[in-house]
């Protein structure tokens, strides 16, 4: 690995934001009194939303709605697909991503003047669609821990999926949240592997931690599921029964899979790192991940960009199917009781 590696990030590069006209360069004719890239220190800034619940528009999707309390994740996990967003507020989609933190605080307030819309009926929405809603900022700022409040205020259901143990905070709301089957979590596991997972998400909760958090929400009553998720050729593929075991083992009553797909400046992002930390395998597991994407890493095709195509993601999806069946069977999340919403509300809480 290279010297100057950035250990605790996951990019080690800061992209190029196709926004910008403007950008740094290191090739000036004086040179840099100072290295231009170094390890950055996490900065937040202050977002006044206009507005929190969004509409998913993809057909490969199943949740509807999404509502994202932080833009931008200290989590640094180096194939996060939220990473391109990062560059519509100006930032790079590398270091920019994981140390510049974008909070919206009145995300809360937000939430509950669109649950109380006269239009608006009970639909599951997801906390979060795009970065952590349980990052590390959310110790700090219990900006989700208030969306919760809302949600069990006007019994309105609700899904979360998370890395961060942190969601055991929490356990007061979801657990009332689940007496009337308002809420389902999803752990997302991408690795057992210790040493790949804190190259992969370096500020992440480690899989066991993760694995005894999905115990302590099923104990609670809580429905739970594991996201193994991405699928990494060549480096977390032949761990797809483990993780599906170790997540059932520990109480997670559904599961889930997708591929990796390094859209926009994901993929230059990813092929650094990849080089970095694997150069021995830097041929064989960016060709395969190209073939799942029609010969690209990019990929924006619906219903093969998150499933992948040919023969090495059939081989895959084959392993996931027998793991599935195996671990799995007869197991289920209860559905979601969209008859409790308290529609047009009650008395405010802001």
Not at 175 to 193: E, G, M, P, Q, R
Not at 226 to 235: C, D, E, Q
Not at 331 to 336: A, F, L
């Amino acid at each position: 690995m290279d010297q100057e590696y950035m250990k605790g990030r996951g990019a080690q590069i800061k992209t190029e934001n196709r926004f910008l006209k403007a950008r740094y360069v290191t090739d000036h004719v004086e040179g840099l009194d100072e290295p231009l890239l170094e390890s950055p220190t996490t900065q937040i800034f202050v977002e006044h939303a206009k507005k929190i619940v969004n509409e998913v528009k993809s057909p490969d999707l199943s949740m509807m709605y999404s509502m994202n309390p932080y833009q931008g994740c200290e989590h640094g996990c180096i194939y996060c697909y939220a990473r391109n967003t990062h560059e519509y507020y100006g930032f790079s989609a590398g270091l920019d991503f994981e140390s510049k933190i974008i909070v919206k605080k009145n995300a809360p307030a937000l939430l509950e003047k669109h649950l109380l819309h006269k239009s608006w009926n009970a639909v599951p929405i997801m906390l979060s669609g795009n970065t952590d809603c349980y990052q590390p900022q959310e110790r700090k700022f219990q900006i989700t821990r208030g969306m919760l409040k809302v949600l069990a205020q006007y019994r309105h259901p609700v899904g979360i999926i998370t890395k961060n143990s942190l969601i055991t905070r929490d356990l007061d709301l979801l657990k009332d949240l689940a007496s009337d089957n308002l809420v389902h979590v999803y752990l997302s596991i991408t690795t057992l592997n210790e040493e790949l997972r804190r190259m992969l998400e370096p500020r992440t909760a480690s899989a066991i931690k993760r694995l005894k958090t999905l115990e302590e929400l099923s104990k609670a009553g809580i429905p739970t599921g594991v996201m193994n998720a991405p699928i990494i050729p060549g480096l977390n593929h032949h761990e797809i029964p483990e993780i599906l075991k170790a997540a059932a083992d520990h109480g997670a009553m559904s599961c889930g899979m997708t591929v990796v797909r390094l859209n926009g400046s994901i993929g230059k992002i990813f092929e650094d790192w990849l080089r970095k930390n694997f150069p021995d395998r830097f041929d064989k597991v960016w060709n395969q991940i190209s073939s799942f994407h029609g010969g690209t890493v990019n990929d924006s095709q619906f219903g093969r960009r998150m499933a992948g195509e040919g023969n090495i993601a059939e081989a895959i999806h084959q392993l996931f199917r027998a793991a599935r069946k195996k671990y799995f069977a007869n197991r289920s999340v209860p559905p979601y009781n969209l008859t409790k919403f308290r529609k047009g509300g009650t008395l405010s809480l802001f």
